[in-house]
């Protein structure tokens, strides 16, 4: 048995970016730090990149902005291609299955819900 599952709550490093592939599909790419605290004066930050598809990188593209706090439920995905020189590069990331506004932006405003999340029936979802 193998699971390759993540959960990520952090803050949007920046608006998200998103295309269509040639085929019509949406792919929308941002980044998200996670702090790590530890006794009085220690911490790190991580930086992670997330992509979304379809309708959800439709809807984090018009929802999610820089300073967000966001939840992200993934997996971990590996992209490899070659540079300019031709050496083979390799970045590490997230890919979205769910994803959902969280507490409050970074400057302090309310999030906006999801319109899943007001049409939804919490009796449904035992």
């Known amino acids: 048995m193998s699971v390759?599952?993540?959960?990520?709550?952090?803050?949007?490093?920046?608006?998200?970016?998103?295309?269509?592939?040639?085929?019509?599909?949406?792919?929308?790419?941002?980044?998200?730090?996670?702090?790590?605290?530890?006794?009085?004066?220690?911490?790190?930050?991580?930086?992670?990149?997330?992509?979304?598809?379809?309708?959800?990188?439709?809807?984090?593209?018009?929802?999610?902005r820089k300073g967000s706090e966001v939840y992200i439920e993934g997996s971990i995905s590996v992209h490899t291609w070659e540079d300019r020189e031709g050496k083979r590069q390799k970045a590490v990331g997230v890919t979205v299955r769910d994803i959902k506004l969280v507490g409050k932006s970074a400057n302090g405003d309310a999030q906006p819900k999801r319109e899943e999340d007001e049409d939804s029936n919490p009796d449904e979802a035992f």
Do not use: M
């Open 4 to 64: 390759n599952r993540v959960f990520l709550v952090g803050f949007c490093g920046r608006d998200p970016e998103l295309r269509y592939t040639a085929q019509g599909k949406a792919l929308c790419k941002f980044s998200v730090a996670t702090v790590e605290k530890w006794g009085q004066d220690n911490k790190r930050t991580t930086w992670h990149e997330i992509t979304c598809w379809g309708w959800q990188a439709e809807w984090a593209s018009g929802n999610v």
